[in-house]
């Protein structure tokens, strides 16, 4: 079991870019599809991003394709989430999640294993 810990957020006006790491414990992170997901108030998580567990498949929601780019690098058990021009309905609080069963799952519940989050807000 991994356990998960994000870290990058911030504030950032409209148009910037903030990168999000997601730093896993444990030494099967390599094993792990790793996904990205956002929540707001008064909504369900949303995919964002996933990347599978050796890093060379990646699937995106439709909202972000283009503008953010995830990774990964199993040697620093970490993974990553490039976002580049960062619009105001981006602003939310990021989950990085882990699984091992679900090949490239875009679904929330897939995953077992959450870390607490990055809050990003996108000024206009």
């Known amino acids: 079991q991994v356990q998960l810990v994000e870290s990058g957020g911030g504030l950032v006006p409209a148009g910037g870019s903030l990168r999000l790491s997601c730093a896993a414990s444990g030494r099967t992170f390599s094993t792990y599809v790793v996904g990205w997901f956002r929540h707001t108030p008064g909504n369900e998580r949303e995919f964002v991003a996933v990347i599978s567990n050796s890093g060379g498949l990646t699937r995106y929601a439709d909202s972000v394709k283009g503008r953010f780019t995830i990774s990964r690098d199993n040697a620093k058990n970490t993974a990553y989430l490039e976002m580049n021009s960062l619009k105001p309905e981006d602003t939310a609080v990021y989950y990085c999640?882990?699984?091992?069963?679900?090949?490239?799952?875009?679904?929330?519940?897939?995953?077992?294993?959450w870390g607490q989050g990055t809050r990003v807000t996108v000024s206009s």
């Open positions: 999640a882990a699984q091992a069963t679900y090949f490239l799952s875009t679904l929330a519940n897939d995953y077992a294993t």
